[in-house]
């Protein structure tokens, strides 16, 4: 089945400091790859879809500045947060689209990460 | 804008009871409807993938119902387990773009 990797699976950063948070579809290619942020004991909230290829569409109010999202193959799209603060800690999802089957059998997810700023 | 909303938001059963998770969206107009199931601080585990042209879909002691003209579906849980307890998901999207998700059950099996 669709397997999408994510890494890492969690990680504390320095207030001010950037990281970067990698989604891989393993076994399918990937036009589209979405990212999603979640708060505790709240549903998955999108942030932004990312094209392959092309520049990414951010969902309102979210900063694209701040969020940079990079989508260079087929099989894998970046998410990163840039000069991170305490605000921005958060559980973070992706999830990929079959390209070949164009979403009919649904979409595949990540197994999160959960970043922390101190 | 598409709203969906999961009722109830949290729910606790004893073990072996069947239980039935409802998630009703305002936009028919759907492309699928899928549902998802997570474990505290993990990614989502697709349960169950209804096409909008299906009516229901059945996996071991899971069956989803989805009746698009009034915009609702159902998750139904046979004979529960203390394993199953997690928050369950439900999802739709318009077109084979972003999914749309509901706010959530959290289910909890007592033993």
């Known amino acids: 089945g669709a397997v999408?990797?994510?890494?890492?699976?969690?990680?504390?950063?320095?207030?001010?400091?950037?990281?970067?948070?990698?989604?891989?579809?393993?076994?399918?290619?990937?036009?589209?790859?979405?990212?999603?942020?979640?708060?505790?004991?709240?549903?998955?909230?999108?942030?932004?879809?990312?094209?392959?290829?092309?520049?990414?569409?951010?969902?309102?109010?979210?900063?694209?500045?701040?969020?940079?999202?990079?989508?260079?193959?087929?099989?894998?799209?970046?998410?990163?947060?840039?000069?991170?603060?305490?605000?921005?800690?958060?559980?973070?999802?992706?999830?990929?689209?079959?390209?070949?089957?164009?979403?009919?059998?649904?979409?595949?997810?990540?197994?999160?990460?959960?970043?922390?700023?101190? | 804008k598409q709203e969906v909303t999961q009722i109830p938001a949290a729910l606790s059963v004893p073990e072996g009871e069947n239980l039935v998770l409802n998630c009703s969206f305002t936009d028919s107009a759907i492309y699928n409807l899928q549902w998802f199931r997570q474990d505290p601080g993990k990614g989502l585990t697709s349960l169950l993938l209804i096409q909008s042209s299906q009516r229901e879909q059945t996996s071991g002691r899971l069956n989803a119902s989805l009746d698009k003209s009034s915009g609702r579906s159902t998750l139904y849980i046979a004979a529960s387990q203390p394993g199953d307890s997690a928050t369950y998901l439900c999802a739709v999207t318009r077109t084979a773009s972003k999914l749309t998700f509901g706010t959530g059950t959290r289910l909890q099996v007592t033993l």
């Open chain 1, 4 to 118: 999408v990797s994510q890494h890492p699976s969690w990680v504390i950063c320095k207030s001010g400091t950037s990281v970067k948070i990698e989604c891989r579809s393993l076994d399918f290619q990937a036009t589209t790859m979405f990212w999603y942020r979640q708060f505790p004991k709240q549903s998955l909230m999108l942030m932004a879809t990312s094209n392959e290829g092309s520049k990414a569409t951010y969902e309102q109010g979210v900063e694209k500045d701040k969020f940079l999202i990079n989508h260079a193959s087929l099989t894998l799209s970046t998410l990163t947060v840039t000069s991170a603060h305490p605000e921005d800690s958060s559980f973070y999802i992706c999830s990929a689209m079959d390209s070949g089957t164009g979403g009919s059998y649904g979409y595949t997810f990540g197994s999160g990460t959960r970043l922390t700023v101190v």
